[in-house]
Structure formats: structure tokens, C-alpha cells
């Protein structure tokens, strides 16, 4: 079974930048697509960003196109959320979710396998 840990979060001053990682193990990541999440109290997780378990297909939401980039090191068995521009409402829970199935997808119910979960927190 894959299990996902998420690492990275922190509280970081609008406009700065922070990277969150999501730690694979139990599987290759080769299998895996990887898709990242976020969660505010009280409202549904958002999809934000996905990549293929090929590594070559990459999809993002309109509000983070350009802001955040998903990328992977298969060798630490690792996918990593790089984000620029924070922005207040980019606080959040940050989540990773995996799925071994081709290709990849921009909805919470495609994904089996879920981390706990990582606080980003965006303040002055």
C-alpha cells in the first residue's frame, strides 16, 4: 500500500515563496500519479496541481497556473509543490493523494491513497 507524508509547511510572508514535499514509500513512485490538494476549515479540498506516474503529463488549476509547479525526484522517492507569490488566501492544509492509473486528474474522488496533510499559513 502507499503511504504519502507530507513535509514542508510553514508560515511564510505574502509574496514569499515555500516548497512542500510529499514523501512516497511502500511503491515506486514510477506507478503512482500524484496529486496535490489543499483544504480550508470549512471547505471542500481543492485540487491544485497533478502529474502523471510518467512524469511527462502535468495539469494546474487556473489560480495557480504559473505560481506553482509540481516536480518529482524518483530517486528519494519524493514529489515536491514549489509555490511563488503566496498570497493570504493560499493559506491552507496542503495534501498529497496518489492513484496507480495512467495519466492524471484534477478531482479528490480519482485518488485511493492520501497523506495527513501539511499547514501553509501565509500572514504578515
Known amino acids: 500500500q502507499l503511504q504519502l507524508v507530507e513535509s514542508g509547511g510553514g508560515l511564510v510572508q505574502p509574496g514569499g515563496s515555500l516548497r512542500v514535499s510529499c514523501a512516497a514509500s511502500g511503491f515506486s513512485l514510477s506507478q503512482y500519479a500524484i496529486g496535490w490538494f489543499r483544504q480550508v476549515p470549512g471547505r471542500e479540498r481543492e485540487a491544485l496541481a497533478c502529474?502523471?506516474?510518467?512524469?511527462?503529463?502535468?495539469h494546474y488549476i487556473d489560480s495557480v497556473k504559473g505560481r506553482f509547479t509540481i516536480s518529482r525526484d524518483s530517486g528519494k522517492s519524493t514529489v515536491y509543490l514549489q509555490m511563488y507569490g503566496l498570497k493570504p488566501e493560499d493559506t491552507a492544509v496542503y495534501y498529497c493523494a496518489g492513484v496507480r492509473l495512467p495519466g492524471c486528474r484534477l478531482y479528490e474522488s480519482w485518488y485511493w491513497y492520501w497523506g495527513q496533510g501539511t499547514q501553509v499559513t501565509v500572514s504578515s
Open positions: 502529474m502523471s506516474r510518467s512524469g511527462d503529463t502535468t
